[in-house]
């Protein structure tokens, strides 16, 4: 799907008509009344069954800009590594660790989690990276369906959370599971938010075997890649990964920076 807005000189891409995808909803409706009454039921559904995938599918397809602008890649040399979930029990030995590879990332929290342990979060900024909004309760398997008020209030609870800790609102959000519903758009221009996609992903946020999600990761390091990874996963391996993308990093002469809202 192709972005139709104004491209901007920036990555800061806050969605400028998040109600765009409306007026093509309805219209694909009508054509399918449209086909029903003069074709049959036969065309009349297919025809239905085409126009909702339409809609639906790229709410699955993280860098779809079917409903809102996405970053998926950055102009320059540096790599951007991106860490969800947090804050956890890993944040500091992840902090930790991007010391010792002189390595920048931006933590996309959960603001339920950021509020009941503010101290990482502060300790986040004091180290030199940078917040994202991931959501305020990150609810992964419903995220996908939530209606305009409570996906209104899942992304500004976040804001507002990180924003008392940090002392301004963060610029970047990332969608639970990447998926991004019809109604994400809107909240994220109330907010002036910018949304944040990936290039290169090794499926770290559930059970895993390491070796093979550093390897998924390898292949996709580059300069201008957004790399996703996550924090506090239950299977306890994100600091072995962490390390093990920092070593390839290193091995290919590449630096982890955080990204200049203009390009």
Known sequence: MTDPETPQQTLHRIPVQPWRWLP????????VLLLWWQ??????????????ALFVVPVFLPNSRFYAPVV??????????????????DTLPILDLLDRYDAQATFFMVGERAAAR???????LRR???????????????????????????????????????GEPPRWYRSVVGMTNPFV??????HDLARVGWSARGFDGVGCEPDKVVARIGRDLAPGAIVLLHEGSGHGHNLAIIQAVLQ?????????????ATA
């Open 185 to 190: 758009g809107a909240a994220l221009k109330r």
């Open 24 to 31: 093509w909803l309805i219209a694909s409706q009508l054509l």
């Open 72 to 89: 998926s890649h950055l102009p320059g040399p540096a790599v951007w590594l991106t860490i969800d979930d947090g804050p956890s029990d």
């Open 128 to 166: 030199g990276h940078d917040l994202g909004n991931h959501s305020h309760s990150h609810p992964q398997s419903r995220f996908w369906a939530l209606g305009p008020a409570r996906m209104a209030q899942e992304i500004g609870a976040c804001q507002q959370a990180l924003a008392a800790i940090a």
């Open 118 to 124: 503010p101290e990482l979060v502060r300790e986040v």
């Open 39 to 52: 074709l049959g039921w036969g065309w009349g559904l297919a025809a239905l069954v085409a126009s909702h």
């Open 248 to 260: 390839q990093l290193q091995a290919q002469g590449l630096s982890a920076r955080l990204p200049r």
